[in-house]
C-alpha cells in the first residue's frame, strides 16, 4: 500500500481524486505560487502513508487526503493547525506557523487499533457505528477452559443469553439474541469466522485460542446486511493473525481437574428411603421377602459409582512473524478431558495457518488451512442410574462380580444393572474437519478495493457403536438377535465464495464507504448407515455378523445465494448514517416465495462534537437509531415439497408411503427491527450503553401438528405475528488506573418481553408439546398476547389439610375456578413461562504489579422451569422402584389432619395421580453463579529471551445460589442433529455442570 505504483496507475488515481473531490493533489515538486499552500509528505517507518487524512482544525469542510507518494497540498491561513490521522495511528496535531512545508511521521497507536470494530463485512471505528453490537477480545472471552466457544459467551453480554451445554466434555451451548423470534424457525445466531459464513454453530475447527475478537451483532443496522440469516443475530470472530516485523511465539499449558455439582437435587440413602416407605399410608401392601429394617442399613451409593475426578488437559502453541510482504500465523492446540462421569473421554486435536502475501503493494493473498479432529470415547456410567437406582441394590454379587439383570438379590428384580452391559458394550466416534481458503484483495486506488473470500469445508463423522449378544438390549427385548454392530459415516461439504467491491473516499468533512457484493453458499450432507447382527462375542466389526439388519443411505442438499450492497456516510464526523440492501434466494423455502428483499437504515449523532457542547469530561456521547429487515429459514431441508419414503417394504417388496406434505407457499420468517440506543463515556474511564429494541416477526415458521389421518403428523406453515421487546444496560468503569494499580469493573443486564401478536387463519391457540421429547412432559400454548414459552398445564392448588388428598383446579359451568381432587377434570390453563424476567452478567479485574485477580458471575432472575425429573424422583410413591429425592428446605409432607404441607400423604403405587404433569413441577429459574475466578501471576525472563512467563489458576463453577430444587437452572439445550433448542424442561438424564480446578503456565518468546 505504502509502494509506488506504476505512472498509469497513479495517473487514473489523481484524476479520480480530482473529479470527486475538485480539489488539486500535490505535484511532485513543491508549489512555491501562494504562501497559504501547505504541502508536504505523510509516512510512517516503513514510507509514504495512501489515503491519510489531513484536515484544518476547527474547519473539517477544508482537508484532504495523502496520494500515492503519501503527498497532500492544502490551502490555510498561516496561523491554522493541521489534524492528519489515518486509522490504526494516534492523530497528530501540528501548528503551520506561517511554513509551507510540514511532513509528518504517523505512530503507530495501539488504542486506535482497539478501537477497530470487526462488522459486517468489514470493519469500522467503534464511534463511526451506527449499530448496536459488543466486541469482546480474546482475554475477556477465554476466562474457563471450553473446547465449545459458545460456553465462553455466558453473561459477557447484554442481551445475550446462553444455555450452557452440559458438564458432559465436548458439549455446546445455544445462544439466543434479544429473545426468540422463531418458534420451530431456528433460534442460533449466524456465524461468521474470517469473513466466512459457517453456519448456525461455530466451526469444530475453531479452537477458543485462536481467537482474537468476537463481535455480538444485535440490531438491524447490524445484522440486516446478513439477510436471511441474520435474524437471530451475527457472531463475527476474527481469528489470530500476524504482525509485521513482530515475531512472537506463545507456548501454553493447562492441567485440571473437575467434579460433578448436583446442585439442590439430593436422592435419599438407605435409611431415608426405608423411612420414608415406612411413611406410606398402605405400607401393608408392600410385599417382597427383604422389606425389614435391616435396609436401613443397606446403602449403596450409585453416585459415587459412576462418578469421578474428572481430568482435564490443554496444550496450545502458536508461532507469528513476517514482513511487509509476508507474514504468517500457524497454530496448533490439543485438548483432552476425562468426564467426571466415568467411561467417557473427549479430545481434540487442532490446527491453523494463516498467510498473507503482499508480493506487489496493490495485491494480498491470503491464503487460510485449519483443521481439526475430535474424538470420543463412550463407555459412559448411567446418569439416569445415579439418581434413580435403588441405595438396597447392589451392582456387584459378593464375588465382585456385575450383577446380573433382573436379579432376586435385587429389591427392584424387574431392574437391570447397566454395569453388566457395559463390561462388553461400547461406542466411539471420530470428527473431521477441514476449512481451507483462498483469499486474495486487490487495491485498485487508496478508495477502490476488491476482495474475494473463497472457502471449502470438508467434514467427515464416523460412529461405531458394539453391542454383545449377553446384553440386555438385544437378549431380552429382541430374542433371537444375537450381537449387534453399527456403524455410521457422514460427510459434510460445504462450499462459499463471496466477491466484494469496496469505495472508501474523504474529501473535506464528508467520509463514505460503501461495498457491494454478491455472495454464494451451498450444502451437502451423505450419510451411510449399516448395522449386522449375529456375531460372536468378541469381534466388533461389521464382517463378522452372520446377518445384515439394515443399509440406509442419505443426501441432502441446500443453497443460497445473495446479492447485498452497504453504505456508510459521516459529515464532520458528527453526523453518521448507514444504509443496506439485500437479496437472498434459498432452497428450502416455497417456489412461489423463495426469493427475500431485506434492508436497514440507521443513524447516529455524536453530541459531544457539537460547537455548543462544551463539557470537557465527556469523551463520547452518541445517540443511534436503526430500523430494519431480517429474515429466517426454516430448519428442514425440503418443507415445500410433498415427500414420500421410499425406504418402507411389504415382504421384501420395496413401496412408498407419504411422508411429508408439502407447502409451496411456505415463505420467509421476517424479522422488523426498531432500535434506539445511547453511546456514553466519560472522565477517560466510565463507560455507558443503553439500547431499547422493538423486534417484530410476521410468518411464523412452525411445524404444525395435523391429525394422523392424513398418514404424517406435522405440516410446515407461516402461522403468526409475535413481538419481542428488551432493554439492555452494559455499565464499564477503570476505578483505579495507577503505574502499578488497576481495577476495573463491568456490569451488563438483558431484559426482553416477547408474546405472539397474531395466528393466522381461523387459529385461536397451538397446543404444542416441549420440545424436550420426554414422554409426559407439559404442553406449551402459543396465543395472541402470551409468550411464546408459556407453561400449559393443569394449576396445583395443593393439598388437602384434612386428608392429604392432591388438589387441582377446574373450571366449573358458570367460569368460576374450583377445586378438585380428581386429576382427570383439572384444566390446563397457561401458567407462566420460561423467559427470565431479566438476566446478565458482571465482572471484575484488579491487578497489582504483576499479579492480577480476575472473576466473572452470572445471573438471572424470573422465568420458571418444568422440573420433569420430580415426576419421578418426587412422586408421593408412585415410583416404588426408583429412589427419590429430599425435600428441599420449607417443603413437608402431609402426616396428619391440619397439616399444611407441600407435599400430599404419600401411598406405596400411589394412584393418586398427584406426580402427573401439573403446576406442582413448575420452579422459578432464578441463579447467581460464580462462572470463573482466575489469579495469575507474570514473570518477565528477558535475560533467558523470554518476554513473559504467566502462572495462573482458575476456577469454574464456583458456586450457585438458586432456589430450584433440580440439578442446574441453566438447563443444558436439546440437540437434534443440526439443531439445538431450549426447552425449559430438565429430564432425568442431564447431564450435571462441572466444578474445575485449571493450573496454567503460558510462556511467550
Known amino acids: 500500500m505504502k509502494k509506488k505504483l506504476s505512472n498509469l496507475a497513479k495517473t487514473a488515481f489523481l484524476c ?13 515538486e513543491a508549489p512555491q505560487e501562494s504562501k497559504n499552500v501547505v504541502y508536504g509528505i505523510v509516512s510512517d517507518q516503513d514510507g509514504p502513508v495512501i489515503g491519510a487524512s489531513v484536515i484544518e482544525k476547527g474547519n473539517p469542510g477544508n482537508g484532504t487526503a495523502t496520494d500515492m507518494d503519501g503527498r497532500y497540498s492544502l490551502r490555510v491561513s498561516p496561523d491554522a493547525t493541521l489534524e492528519i490521522s489515518y486509522l490504526g495511528y494516534a492523530t497528530q496535531t501540528i501548528a503551520v506557523n506561517g511554513r509551507s512545508e510540514i511532513n509528518v511521521t504517523l505512530q503507530e497507536s495501539v488504542n486506535e487499533l482497539d478501537e477497530l470494530v470487526v462488522v459486517g463485512y468489514g470493519s469500522q471505528r467503534r464511534e463511526s457505528l451506527t449499530g448496536s453490537l459488543q466486541t469482546l477480545n480474546s482475554t475477556k472471552l477465554v476466562t474457563q477452559s471450553s473446547p465449545s466457544v459458545e460456553n465462553l459467551l455466558s453473561g459477557k453480554a447484554p442481551g445475550v443469553y446462553v444455555a450452557p451445554g452440559s458438564g458432559q466434555p465436548g458439549s455446546r451451548g445455544n445462544i439466543i439474541i434479544r429473545g ?44 440486516a446486511i446478513y439477510g436471511s440469516q441474520g435474524a437471530n443475530g451475527v457472531i463475527v470472530v476474527t481469528t489470530k493473525n500476524a504482525q509485521a516485523d513482530k515475531f512472537v511465539v506463545n507456548a501454553s499449558a493447562n492441567f485440571g481437574i473437575s467434579s460433578l455439582d448436583n446442585g439442590n437435587l439430593e436422592v435419599m440413602n438407605g435409611a431415608e428411603l426405608y423411612d420414608y416407605w415406612k411413611s406410606f399410608s398402605n405400607q401393608e401392601t408392600i410385599a417382597f421377602p427383604r422389606w425389614n429394617e435391616q435396609l436401613r442399613d443397606a446403602n449403596y451409593s450409585w453416585w459415587d459409582l459412576a462418578t ?263 459529515y464532520d464526523n458528527k453526523y453518521l448514517v448507514q444504509f443496506s440492501a439485500r437479496r437472498d434466494g434459498s432452497s428450502n423455502l416455497g417456489d412461489n416465495a423463495r426469493y427475500g428483499n431485506f434492508f436497514s437504515i440507521s443513524g447516529g449523532w455524536i453530541i459531544n462534537r457539537e460547537n455548543f457542547f462544551h463539557a470537557d469530561w465527556v469523551d463520547l456521547l452518541k445517540l443511534r437509531a436503526a430500523y430494519g429487515s431480517v429474515g429466517n429459514l426454516p430448519t428442514a431441508l425440503y418443507p415445500q415439497y410433498d ?89 464499564g468503569a477503570d476505578i483505579i488506573e495507577t503505574k502499578d494499580w488497576n481495577w476495573s469493573v463491568d456490569f451488563n443486564l438483558g431484559l426482553n418481553r416477547n408474546k405472539v ?52 383446579y377446574k373450571t366449573d359451568a ?37 499479579l492480577d485477580l480476575n472473576a466473572v458471575f452470572g445471573y438471572s432472575v424470573g422465568g420458571t422451569i418444568y422440573n420433569y425429573s420430580r415426576l419421578e424422583f418426587d412422586s408421593d410413591g408412585a415410583y416404588t422402584d426408583r429412589n427419590q ?23 406405596y403405587n400411589n394412584i393418586s395421580k398427584s406426580n402427573l404433569s401439573s403446576s406442582r413441577f413448575l420452579e422459578d429459574a432464578s441463579y447467581l453463579k460464580l462462572r470463573s475466578l482466575s489469579i495469575g501471576y507474570n514473570i518477565p525472563l528477558p535475560q533467558y529471551q523470554i518476554k513473559n512467563v504467566r502462572l495462573s489458576l482458575t476456577a469454574e463453577n464456583l458456586f450457585t445460589i438458586t432456589d430450584y430444587s433440580g440439578v442446574d437452572p441453566e438447563i443444558p439445550v436439546r440437540v437434534d442433529g443440526n439443531t439445538s433448542r431450549v426447552t425449559g424442561v430438565t429430564g432425568v438424564n442431564n447431564y450435571p455442570i462441572t466444578r474445575k480446578y485449571m493450573l496454567g503456565i503460558n510462556f511467550t518468546f
Open 757 to 808: 401478536k397474531k395466528l393466522y387463519g381461523d387459529k385461536k391457540e397451538i397446543i404444542a408439546g416441549d420440545g424436550s421429547g420426554i414422554a409426559g412432559a407439559a404442553n406449551k400454548l402459543l396465543k395472541q398476547g402470551y409468550d411464546v414459552d408459556t407453561w400449559y398445564v393443569r394449576e396445583w392448588a395443593g393439598v388437602n389439610p384434612e386428608t392429604g388428598a392432591p388438589q387441582w
Open 814 to 850: 358458570d367460569g368460576n375456578r374450583v377445586i378438585t381432587e380428581t386429576y382427570a377434570e383439572a384444566d390446563q390453563v397457561a401458567k407462566g413461562a420460561y423467559t427470565p424476567d431479566f438476566f446478565g452478567g458482571f465482572s471484575t479485574s484488579l491487578s497489582w504489579k504483576q
Open 16 to 28: 479520480a481524486i480530482l473529479l470527486l473531490t475538485g480539489e488539486g493533489i500535490a505535484k511532485a
Open 308 to 570: 469421578h475426578t474428572g481430568f482435564t488437559q490443554d496444550y496450545n502453541v502458536s508461532i507469528s512473524g513476517g514482513n511487509e510482504k509476508l507474514k504468517s500465523y500457524f497454530s496448533l492446540g490439543y485438548y483432552d478431558e476425562d468426564g467426571a462421569v466415568k467411561g467417557y473421554n473427549f479430545n481434540r486435536y487442532s490446527m491453523r495457518y494463516r498467510t498473507e502475501f503482499k508480493p506487489v503493494s496493490w495485491l494480498s493473498i491470503k491464503p487460510t488451512v485449519s483443521g481439526s479432529r475430535r474424538d470420543v470415547d463412550d463407555r459412559q456410567y448411567s446418569i439416569n442410574a445415579m439418581y434413580s437406582n435403588l441405595p438396597w441394590d447392589s451392582p456387584y454379587l459378593p464375588d465382585g462380580t456385575p450383577t446380573p439383570h433382573k436379579s432376586d438379590t435385587w429389591v427392584n428384580s424387574n431392574s437391570t444393572n447397566y454395569l453388566y452391559d457395559l463390561q462388553y458394550n461400547y461406542s466411539a466416534s471420530t470428527r473431521y474437519s477441514l476449512s481451507g481458503n483462498f483469499d486474495f484483495d486487490i487495491r485498485f486506488t487508496p478508495w477502490l478495493t476488491f476482495s474475494s473470500v473463497n472457502n471449502f469445508l470438508w467434514e467427515n463423522y464416523a460412529f461405531n457403536s458394539y453391542m454383545d449378544a449377553r446384553t440386555e438390549n438385544v437378549s431380552e427385548d429382541e430374542p433371537g438377535v444375537n450381537g449387534r454392530v453399527n456403524e455410521d459415516d457422514q460427510k459434510t461439504t460445504r462450499l462459499y465464495t463471496n466477491q466484494i467491491i469496496r469505495f472508501t473516499n474523504n474529501f473535506g468533512a464528508h467520509a463514505i464507504s460503501a461495498l457491494a457484493a454478491f455472495e454464494y453458499r451451498d450444502y451437502e450432507y451423505k450419510n451411510l448407515s449399516v448395522a449386522g447382527t449375529g456375531i460372536a462375542s468378541g469381534f466388533d466389526v461389521l464382517e463378522a455378523t452372520s446377518l445384515a439388519e439394515k443399509t440406509k443411505g442419505v443426501v441432502n442438499t441446500s443453497a443460497v445465494q445473495s446479492a447485498l450492497f452497504n453504505a456508510n456516510y459521516s
Open 643 to 731: 415427500l414420500y419414503s421410499v425406504s418402507v417394504n411389504y415382504n421384501g417388496v420395496p413401496g412408498a408411503l407419504i411422508s411429508q406434505i408439502g407447502n409451496p407457499n411456505l415463505a420467509w420468517e421476517k424479522t422488523y427491527t426498531t432500535g434506539v440506543g445511547l453511546d456514553f463515556s466519560f472522565l477517560g474511564r466510565y463507560r455507558v450503553n443503553l439500547d431499547y429494541y422493538d423486534k417484530q416477526t410476521s410468518n411464523i415458521l412452525f411445524n404444525v401438528p395435523i391429525s394422523g389421518i392424513v398418514g404424517v403428523p406435522n405440516i410446515w406453515q407461516n402461522i403468526g405475528e409475535m413481538q419481542n421487546r428488551g432493554f439492555e444496560v452494559l455499565l
Open 180 to 223: 426468540k423470534t422463531s418458534i420451530n424457525g431456528g433460534v442460533d445466531p449466524l456465524w461468521v469466522v474470517d469473513g466466512v459464513i459457517v453456519g448456525t454453530a461455530s466451526n469444530y475447527a475453531l479452537n477458543p485460542n485462536d481467537i482474537e475478537t468476537m463481535s455480538i451483532l444485535k440490531d438491524a443496522a447490524s445484522t
Open 885 to 907: 429425592m429430599k425435600l428441599m428446605a420449607g417443603w413437608s409432607r402431609w402426616e396428619k389432619p391440619g397439616d399444611i404441607a407441600t407435599h400430599p400423604k404419600p401411598a
